[in-house]
């Protein structure tokens, strides 16, 4: 793999502090001074990059976008079952229980913020569950699933969403581990 230039780092470091300040804190409580402050660059050079913080979110969005699509690719590579690989769509869910209880979904809580009154940006977050509903559509139509396949991945992202929110609201990761477990029995009775 080539490595990136001293500009590509650059924006690539300003992309993951954005990240991680719109996760933690979301988009409206992310101000473009906390992106600057976080990534230790002066304005300016974060000009050169982005001209606004609309820019920065479509990045964000394009890199949770690139990471999720490698992590499916790797879910496929890792095993041939659907069900396996429906598992590990839960897995995701427990392995970042801690961010999840404290913060939420990175995705759930961005497009939940900017539906409210950023509709046209929420549009372009809504990307990042189409991926996993087209991927959670594939693997039920792998089962046989096929004339429910996208309501039965609209209930698997749903419910996952739904574990994700309340075990933030409550700060319960026993509430999430136990939801979960329902959700590995429910798909291994499919």
Not at 33 to 51: C, D, M, P, Q, T
Request: hydrophobic letters at 40%; glycine letters at 6%.
């Amino acid at each position: 793999m080539n490595a990136l230039s001293k500009g590509e780092k650059t924006r690539a470091d300003i992309v993951e502090c954005a990240r991680q300040l719109f996760y933690e804190h979301g988009y409206d409580g992310t101000s473009f001074s906390a992106i600057v402050e976080a990534s230790g660059l002066v304005r300016g050079n974060i000009y050169h990059y982005f001209k606004t913080k609309d820019d920065i979110l479509q990045a964000v969005i394009e890199l949770h976008l690139a990471d999720y699509r490698a992590l499916l690719a790797q879910w496929e590579k890792a095993d041939d079952d659907p069900k396996m690989r429906l598992l590990a769509f839960v897995e995701m869910i427990t392995g970042r229980k801690t961010e999840l209880v404290k913060y939420g979904c990175p995705i759930g809580t961005l497009n939940s913020e900017l539906a409210k009154d950023r509709r046209d940006l929420q549009q372009a977050s809504r990307a990042l569950f189409d991926l996993f509903r087209d991927w959670l559509a594939a693997r039920f139509c792998e089962l046989g699933k096929n004339e429910e396949a996208d309501a039965l991945a609209l209930h698997l992202l749903g419910r996952a969403q739904g574990i994700a929110m309340i075990a933030h609201v409550y700060r319960d990761a026993k509430l999430l581990r136990r939801e979960t477990d329902q959700l590995r029995d429910w798909i291994s009775q499919l």
